[in-house]
């Protein structure tokens, strides 16, 4: 397991762009600061699905799901952490820093 910096995690953080990241998948209508869809997450046919663009989070009013992009990458990607995590640095061009563990240190 990788452990990030939490520098190279914040950069990364502000570069999300969780509409950017869902909408390839989900249909979003925007409606004022909000985009509004199906929900992926439970059977529905209205679009009880709201992306809130200033927080990066999603929600959905029916079935209480929420989350931000890495949970949303986890559950409709099925990504583990680790995976979501550097696909968004891959994405968002973020240079990734990594925590080297003691053991590592102790090697070189
Ligand atoms: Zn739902």
Known sequence: M?????KSLEE??????LH??????IELKKE????FGKCPFHQNNEETFKVIPKSNMY???ECNAKG???SFLM???KMSFQ???????????????????NKNLENK
């Open 59 to 61: 929600y959905c009013q």
């Open 75 to 77: 559950i409709y990607q």
């Open 83 to 101: 995976q979501a995590v550097e696909f968004l640095f891959l994405v968002y061009e973020v240079q990734s820093e990594e925590i080297l563990s």
């Open 2 to 6: 990788v452990l990030y910096t939490q």
């Open 12 to 17: 990364l953080r502000k570069k999300v762009n």
């Open 32 to 35: 004022e600061d909000f985009y």
């Open 68 to 70: 931000d992009t890495i």
């Open 20 to 25: 950017e990241i869902i909408s390839p998948h």
